[in-house]
């Protein structure tokens, strides 16, 4: 409950301090793409770029979340599956002794 409370409070400071540096800045300027150019006010720019790196970074995390998540798994069911063949094995030595 602790991390998801902490992770909030930063993430709304991240969000305030990018709108407070945004909103500072009124200055009109070109930005260049690879297929056109667009007139943008800085602090337009600035939030759109921000909110896109925010999601890049989220969606890389969360796949390599995923991919820990699912190796996770495999490895807890393998070693399940080499518990109980410890176990049968355990079990007819002592009915064989």
Do not use: H, P
């Not at 190796?71 to 410890?86: E, F």
């Amino acid at each position: 409950m602790f991390k998801y409370i902490f992770g909030f409070i930063i993430v709304l400071a991240i969000i305030l301090v990018a709108i407070t540096v945004g909103a500072n800045n009124d200055q009109v300027i070109t930005f260049n793409y690879m297929f056109a150019q667009s007139d943008f006010k800085l602090s337009t720019l600035v939030a759109i770029l921000f909110g896109f790196g925010f999601i890049l970074g989220w969606l890389v995390t969360g796949i390599f979340y995923l991919k820990l998540k699912l190796k996770n798994m495999a490895l807890t069911r393998q070693v399940k599956r080499l518990n109980q063949q410890i176990n049968e094995m355990t079990t007819s030595l002592n009915k064989a002794a």
